[in-house]
């Protein structure tokens, strides 16, 4: 076993695991969530070697063994040195993966091709020992300006392309934290692509800079680990940090207005846009984006997507942030099948499904803050909801166990916060918030408490009213539970 380097064991990495509620958890970086089907097989058979069943994609893109019992032997890693799927240096390894959407350099209406920067960028970390100290929080994400934006999901820094009469650049955004009102702030810089991997070495240097100072003088009340870059920002201010990275660039930075729209053909971003079928910039051929209920792969799962991939796409797979993957490169005579082969294999193609905007944090099996089994909760959810109600549009569903939110930083659909009921015997049961509103993090809380058991009823009824009374088809959930008041929408959805 190789040595772990014990100060950053509460996150996880490949080379050292973390011991969490259900067992070992071993976390394998996807630089932008693409791999090949030879690298998928392999890690299918790690995970039958070391007994776990089956993979975790998660909400970065990343691949998870869970339930590890014995110690993952150091001539593994090199194997997987070998192939790509493990850093060079692995002190550099518990380092978040680069982010980027899951269809860069297939999306028709993307402005840029990211994965020659986000290869780079992963290649520049994989090398550099010195950037150990960061926090293995510490995550960049970037956007190629495409339908499947990832631009909401958490990360510290964001490179966003946009467009100037045909020439395009990237926007540099910063993490404030989730208590700013503008989470991700626009810096005001523009970049030419070439420039960004200059600009990304000269943040995290800076960031180095702060992370030598004492935890202590930048985060009161945390004595135990590195300070994200937020809580940089917030003690040294965003001028500042932007100075000294730019004191550290061998060009000037270019300014603009925060505020300036660039890109006003930019299509919006589409929802569930990685789910389902959908046409490529390459003529003639789409990519099916699967639903993978919770982002739990079974093993023979993993061996037949890989099949799937290797028979009607091109060999690869891409692993997606909101835990689901997708196959490129199919062409339109062989959709049909494909969709049947997915279908299965008990997963599912089509956005609508109950699983396709299904979201739960781990829960009380794998996590002592969990009030409950939400994982355990939504399957159950989903499966009874799928056996009543047929959707037109999808409808996001979000389970946590503790105001925490792992699974998903953004607002819900519907929002389900985990809390034990110790007047009634600690039944398991959950906060119910709905769409937007300042109530909470959540959204607009609708009942304080209700029993799992009294759950699916509730949410089918929810889901009836609204197909019944939306104003239209192509009204959302969202934009129909917005439309009125917690008193009327629980006067519609009240049982009796
Ligand atoms: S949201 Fe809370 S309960 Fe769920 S995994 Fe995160 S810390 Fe644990």
Known sequence: MLPLPCNFAKCPGLFYGTSVGDGVLYRIRIPGGILTTKQFCVIAELADE?????????????LQLRTVLTEIPSEIFLKLKEIGLASA??????????MGSPTAGIDPYELIDTRSLISELDNYIGTHRELAPLSPKFSIAVDGGGAVSICDRSNDIIFNA?????KIYFRLKLNMGESHFERFLDVGVLLEPEECLEVAIALMEVCLQYVGIKIEKIVSNRKSRKPRLFEVLDRVSVEKFVQEVECRLSFPLRRISPLQNLSPDRINPLLY???????QR???LSYVGIAVPLGKLETWQMRSLADIAQKYGSDTLRLTPWQNLLISDIPQQYIHEVKSQIESIRLHWDATNIYSALVACVGNTGCASSATDTKGHALSLAKYLNERIALEQAVNIHFTGCQKSCAQHTKSDI????????NKRNIEGYRVFLGDG????FGRELYNWISFTELPPLIERMLQVYIAKRTAPDESFRAFVNRYTIADLQALTSDQ
């Not at 300042?438 to 993090?441: G, I």
């Open 89 to 98: 240096i692995p002190e550099v390894d518990h380092l978040r993966n680069i």
């Open 273 to 279: 846009q990685h789910i389902d079928v959908h046409p």
């Open 50 to 62: 070391f007994g776990t069943s089956g993979v975790h994609i998660t909400n970065r893109a990343n």
């Open 162 to 166: 946009v467009s100037i009469d045909t």
């Open 282 to 284: 390459q003529q003639g």
């Open 415 to 422: 929002a389900l916060l985990g809390s034990i009921e110790e």
């Open 438 to 441: 300042d109530d909470s993090k």
